[in-house]
């Protein structure tokens, strides 16, 4: 089976990353509380409004991954809590900035988050030392950085000989 890659948001990122993410070897489940907003989505594409998102974390497949770009910080913050319980999930990602990271951080601490999980949190997402907000750039960058930790996770799990570095011959 592929690996999932559970989305949260349809927004303008959001739609931009589906369509970035739906031609590689990926299961692509879009969630937003807005039933609306779930259009011009490409094809191959799951796409559910729930009224609860953070509940789709707790019920997802092993191993998969999650990337959270809702119109609403709280939200974003209640699903990336859940996510980060997640240890088998190859990559959290949220969109946003260093600021938001700084208030997800103090937030995420004060709910009794740990630092360890906490450093598995991307935030912000497809950054890789570049400050663009377009959203079909951020898409880009960002399903690069999730097939890379995807791929990173595989490679882990099915290497016989845990010693042995990635490419080395």
Same mark, same amino acid.
């Given at each position: $089976? @592929?690996?999932?890659?559970?989305?949260?948001?349809? %927004?303008? *990122? /959001?739609?931009?990353?589906?369509? #970035?993410?739906? =031609?590689?070897?990926?299961?692509?489940?879009?969630?937003?509380?807005?039933?609306?907003?779930?259009?011009?989505?490409?094809?191959?594409?799951?796409?559910?409004?729930?009224?609860?998102?953070?509940?789709?974390?707790?019920?997802?497949?092993?191993?998969?991954?999650?990337?959270?770009?809702?119109?609403?910080?709280?939200?974003?913050?209640?699903?990336?809590?859940? $996510? @980060?319980?997640?240890?088998?999930?190859?990559?959290? %990602?949220? *969109? /946003?900035?260093?600021?938001?990271? #700084?208030?997800? =951080?103090?937030?995420?601490?004060?709910?009794?988050?740990?630092?360890?999980?906490?450093?598995?949190?991307?935030?912000?997402?497809?950054?890789?030392?570049?400050?663009?907000?377009?959203?079909?750039?951020?898409?880009?960058?960002?399903?690069?950085?999730?097939?890379?930790?995807?791929?990173?996770?595989?490679?882990?799990?099915?290497?016989?000989?845990?010693?042995?570095? @990635?490419?080395?011959?």
């Amino acid at each position: $089976a @592929l690996p999932n890659v559970f989305m949260f948001g349809a %927004g303008h *990122v /959001g739609r931009a990353l589906a369509k #970035a993410l739906v =031609a590689l070897p990926l299961t692509i489940h879009v969630i937003d509380t807005r039933p609306d907003e779930l259009h011009d989505l490409p094809a191959g594409v799951e796409a559910r409004a729930v009224p609860m998102p953070e509940a789709v974390v707790r019920s997802a497949p092993a191993g998969s991954a999650y990337v959270i770009l809702t119109h609403d910080h709280a939200l974003d913050f209640m699903i990336a809590a859940e $996510a @980060l319980k997640r240890t088998d999930a190859p990559y959290v %990602g949220m *969109v /946003g900035s260093k600021t938001k990271r #700084a208030k997800f =951080a103090s937030w995420y601490r004060a709910e009794g988050g740990t630092e360890e999980a906490l450093r598995r949190l991307v935030l912000p997402i497809g950054a890789f030392g570049l400050v663009d907000k377009r959203p079909e750039v951020i898409a880009a960058l960002a399903a690069a950085e999730i097939m890379v930790h995807i791929g990173r996770r595989e490679a882990s799990v099915t290497a016989p000989d845990t010693n042995t570095t @990635l490419g080395a011959a």
